[in-house]
């Protein structure tokens, strides 16, 4: 009987520790939470996209682009959202599917590309992500040919 006492006490408190961690959000990480793909469009130009997920955001200014062997020009970021965040002041910011554009300085065609793309986001909840740096590597078409598939970190492919 003395040995009840003590069980129900863990009970109650493992219930009750259970309880509250069930409270707080459940994070994804930055990977699922702000989705990187990119193709080569053609042999001067990388599409890169980002497919933001429910309840989080991206910061327009904290996206950065660049390739090698072949250097990219200025990436050409579409207007976002505006918003007065906390931590950031007056900022824009992309929710859903973003489309960035990164010219590349001169022709590319048949070559291999490493595309760096360096971005930050938020959970609506609260939370930031550190800065999220991610590389994919892409064949870039010859001159007339289509598009290439999309490329995700990791190398897998898929066609939107």
């Not at 699922?32 to 910061?59: H, K, M, W």
Request: aromatic share 10%; net charge neutral; hydrophobic share 40%.
């Amino acid at each position: 009987m003395r040995w009840l006492v003590p069980l129900f006490s863990l009970l109650f408190a493992t219930a009750h520790a259970e309880g509250i961690s069930s409270l707080a959000p459940k994070l994804l990480p930055p990977e699922q939470a702000f989705r990187l793909s990119a193709r080569a469009v053609d042999p001067n130009t990388i599409e890169a996209r980002f497919d933001v997920a429910d309840g989080y955001y991206l910061y327009r200014d904290r996206m950065h682009f660049s390739t090698e062997p072949v250097p990219a020009a200025n990436a050409v970021l579409p207007p976002g959202k505006p918003k007065h965040d906390a931590f950031f002041g007056d900022v824009e910011t992309y929710r859903g599917e973003v489309v960035v554009r990164v010219p590349l300085v001169k022709t590319a065609a048949g070559q291999k590309i490493t595309l760096h793309a360096d971005s930050q986001g938020c959970a609506d909840v609260g939370v930031c992500y550190p800065p999220n740096p991610q590389q994919l590597t892409l064949v870039v078409p010859a001159a007339g040919d289509k598009p290439g598939a999309f490329v995700e970190p990791g190398g897998k492919g898929w066609f939107k």
